[in-house]
T-cell receptor
Framework: DQQVKQNSPSLSVQEGRISILNCDYT??????FLWYKKYPAEGPTFLIS?????DKNEDGRFTVFLNKSAKHLSLHIVPSQPGDSAVYFC?????????FGTGTSLTVIP | ETGVTQTPRHLVMGMTNKKSLKCEQH?????MYWYKQSAKKPLELMFV???????ENNSVPSRFSPECPNSSHLFLHLHTLQPEDSALYLC????????????FGPGTRLTVL
């Protein structure tokens, strides 16, 4: 039973446009939500996180939005760049327990 | 070496073999993790160590045996594995006082024949 779901396995976006990656979760007790980025043959790299007490966190081109009532979070990348092409994982944590989604493969087309 | 390193990067073993995966972190973190990533499945947390003490064991079969001799090193001892154990095994570390941001190693691609 997956507690974190990413329903879109892939997404293609034109360079310069906005990329929106979505994630849904089932457990309302999660403390933090995180996004990781993964290139082939590398481990995931932390991108941005948000505490469950906030609804938005911004870091440069990356913004994460949290909608607790809908149990939904999203990652916005604007403007998208070709170097952003990677697999993006969302994760949720409670204490030392982490739950990851299956990932969304983002392709930014030059 | 910087960050989190894992050796070997690739491993092929038979079901009767015994092997070990090694993870080392150079970040001064106090918590270390083992994850399994199978094809088309999410990362599954296997074990968590905090200050060398195991704090989480997510119903992992006993053919996987973790060892954490100090805060910088983590091992995963493997014996009598099954073909369905073939996967990417990722190690991660974090500051124990905030488990939010984890730093991952590149993983070991394990194939069990």
């Amino acid at each position: 039973d997956q507690q974190v779901k990413q329903n879109s396995p892939s997404l293609s976006v034109q360079e310069g446009r906005i990329s929106i990656l979505n994630c849904d979760y089932t457990n309302s007790m999660f403390d933090y939500f995180l996004w990781y980025k993964k290139y082939p043959a590398e481990g995931p790299t932390f991108l941005i996180s948000i505490s469950s007490i906030k609804d938005k966190n911004e870091d440069g081109r990356f913004t994460v939005f949290l909608n607790k009532s809908a149990k939904h979070l999203s990652l916005h990348i604007v403007p998208s760049q070709p170097g952003d092409s990677a697999v993006y994982f969302c994760a949720a944590s409670r204490g030392n327990q982490f739950y990851f989604g299956t990932g969304t493969s983002l392709t930014v087309i030059p | 070496e910087t960050g989190v390193t894992q050796t070997p990067r690739h491993l092929v073993m038979g079901m009767t073999n015994k092997k070990s995966l090694k993870c080392e972190q150079h970040l001064g973190h106090n918590a270390m993790y083992w994850y399994k990533q199978s094809a088309k499945k999410p990362l599954e947390l296997m074990f968590v160590y905090n200050f060398k003490e195991q704090t989480e064991n997510n119903s992992v079969p006993s053919r996987f045996s973790p060892e954490c001799p100090n805060s910088s090193h983590l091992f995963l001892h493997l014996h009598t594995l099954q073909p369905e154990d073939s996967a990417l095994y990722l190690c991660a570390s974090s500051q124990s006082d905030w488990a939010g941001e984890q730093f991952f190693g590149p993983g070991t691609r394990l194939t069990v024949l």
